[in-house]
Each structure stands twice: as structure tokens, then as C-alpha cells.
């Protein structure tokens, strides 16, 4: 578990801008790496941390004890930001960051049933004792709604073919292993195709992210986590794909955005102004350092913003 290693570790850290008394929110604890690093530099402060996935809360305490007892886990889905902080009496914070997707340890561990290189039966929930699991979604959905999943969560052009190979195999017997949804889904795409990227990758995360309801509780939380903001306070998020990103970059620029109907005159009245700045205008990408040691940082973006009255 040791070798996991968090994606743009300094990056998300430094952007929060840190006191020793800062009270700081991870919202996605996994196996503690930016946590870790956060609590280390918050001695008088207080750090919070939600996570759905049992095994990695069981982790990430043993390894956050070592460090200071002024820490929080919350087992909780970050959508309810708001409500599980109001039971510890907290209102505002210095600081949230999001690190948005599955954890490395959760895809190399083969039980979890994210990795289709890996057999495994159909699972990956990261909280697991969520009723809906991968399982599920491929034998029960409908063919016209697993196509309208590949096509909006996976952006797959083969979205169509694979669903109707899905639904006409289950029909002989039910789908039961990571890997033989792989062949399936390799029968659906063809030959020329697969040589560019391996066919399975798209199809894999669009399940993924209808399992755990990823993009469903995005701007809900993101609304909360900025709501929840001192001045001076930022809120980080690092992405993994390109619909998480869109989702954060455009609330951010709405929240930052000046009314149209006034932006052009010359002396704006303080309460027409945002609430919040950018931080970085373009996203903060891997460096190249980091994507020799770590390729799975390669499609990592980091966003801020600042609340500023």
C-alpha cells in the first residue's frame, strides 16, 4: 500500500495555502497521501476527511495516527459535505480539496473489479456496502440505456455495438468477471481499434462512474465546498477525465464571472462583484518528472479557486 503514490502531491497542497491553524477538509481521504502531508503541516489546525471505502479509512487511520491525533474520518459520500461537518459543529473551513476518481490501491487490487486487465468478479463500488455494482449495471440495464452510459460517461464511439453484444450474451448467461466483459467488449470493436488503446479502457470507466454516481454529486459538493469557504479560503480539485474537468472548470468560471448586463461599465458596485477568483486560469498538469515515476498522472488537472469576500 506504501507505494501508492498521490498525483500532484506538492501541487494540491501548496494550493491550499496552509497555516499551522488551518482547519482543512479532504473530501477524498483514499490511502492518505495528501491527507498525510496536509496534517504534517497543521499542528494547531484540524484536519476532516470523508471516504466511502472501508478498507482504505482502516489504512489511512493507522498511517494518520503517526503523524497528530487532529484529524476527523468521516464515512460518508463528500456529497454531504455540509450536513457530516454540521455534526462537528463546523461551519467554515480554510480549505477543501477534491483528488476526483478511483485510487490506485482500490485498481490494483484484483477483488475490487476495476481493472480489465485483472480477473475479478463485477464490483467497483468504493463503498461496499453500495447495493448497486458493476454486476448489476451489465445484466440488468436495458441495451438503449448501457449505450447511452458508454456514450456520455466512456465517450465511446463503439458504444452502440458494445451494448447490443452485452445484451445479446447475458442472454445465454449472466456476466459474472471483469475479464469476460473484456472479451465481450473486444468482440464489438474492431480489429484496427483496438491497436490504439485498449478497447475495454472507456467502457470500464463509464460503469464506473454509474456505479458510484461520480459526475451525479460533483456540482452539489463543489456548491457546498465553496459555500463553506473563509475569505482567503480555496478550494483544490484534481481531475482524471475530461468530463470531470468540464464540470469543474465551468462552475469555477461561473462563480467567478462578472453579470454580462454590467461587466462593461466603468466603476462596478462591490456587490456585483464575485465572491471568488481563479487561481490558475489553465489547469496545473504533471510535470515531466512526475509522469516518469507516475504515468498515471498523465491525464491529472488541477483546479483552484479563492473565495475573496
Do not use: W
Not at 497543521?42 to 471516504?51: C, H
Not at 476526483?100 to 475490487?112: A, C, I, M, T, Y
Request: charged share 30%; glycine share 4%; aromatic share 8%.
Amino acid at each position: 500500500m506504501e507505494k501508492h503514490i498521490s498525483v500532484l502531491l506538492e501541487e494540491a497542497v501548496s494550493s491550499l495555502n496552509l497555516k499551522e491553524d488551518s482547519i482543512i477538509v479532504d473530501c477524498t481521504l483514499g490511502y492518505g497521501g495528501h491527507s498525510s502531508n496536509i496534517l504534517a503541516r497543521i499542528k494547531r489546525g484540524g484536519l476532516f476527511a470523508f471516504d466511502q471505502d472501508s478498507e482504505a479509512i482502516r489504512h489511512s487511520t493507522d498511517r494518520l495516527q503517526k503523524i497528530g491525533t487532529n484529524f476527523t474520518i468521516i464515512k460518508s459520500n463528500f456529497v454531504h459535505l455540509k450536513e457530516e461537518l454540521a455534526k462537528y459543529n463546523v461551519t467554515e473551513v480554510d480549505g477543501v480539496l477534491f483528488d476526483l476518481g478511483v485510487s490506485s490501491p482500490q485498481l490494483d487490487d484484483p477483488k475490487r473489479g476495476f481493472s480489465y486487465h485483472e480477473d475479478a468478479k463485477l464490483d467497483m463500488r468504493m463503498d461496499q456496502e453500495n447495493p448497486l455494482s458493476a454486476y448489476e449495471v451489465v445484466n440488468t440495464y436495458s441495451k438503449d440505456r448501457l449505450a447511452t452510459i458508454f456514450k456520455c460517461y466512456g465517450e465511446d464511439k463503439f458504444a452502440n455495438n458494445i451494448a447490443q453484444k452485452i445484451t445479446e450474451y447475458r442472454c445465454q448467461k449472466p456476466i459474472k468477471t471483469t475479464l469476460e466483459l473484456v472479451e465481450i467488449i473486444k468482440s464489438a470493436v474492431p480489429m484496427k481499434f483496438r491497436k490504439e488503446k485498449h478497447p475495454a479502457r472507456q467502457i470500464f470507466q463509464a460503469i464506473r462512474i454509474e456505479v458510484n454516481h461520480e459526475l451525479d454529486v460533483m456540482e452539489p459538493a463543489l456548491e457546498q465546498a465553496l459555500s463553506l469557504l473563509k475569505v482567503g479560503g480555496r478550494v483544490v480539485v484534481i481531475t482524471f477525465h475530461s468530463l470531470e474537468d468540464r464540470i469543474v472548470k465551468r462552475y469555477f468560471q461561473k462563480k467567478c464571472e462578472i453579470d454580462p448586463v454590467i461587466k462593461g461599465m466603468p466603476n462596478i458596485p462591490e456587490e456585483y462583484l464575485p465572491d471568488y477568483r481563479l487561481v490558475v486560469n489553465k489547469a496545473i498538469e504533471a510535470t515531466k518528472e512526475e509522469l516518469e515515476k507516475n504515468k498515471r498522472a498523465r491525464s491529472a488537472k488541477l483546479r483552484v479557486i479563492e473565495r475573496i469576500k
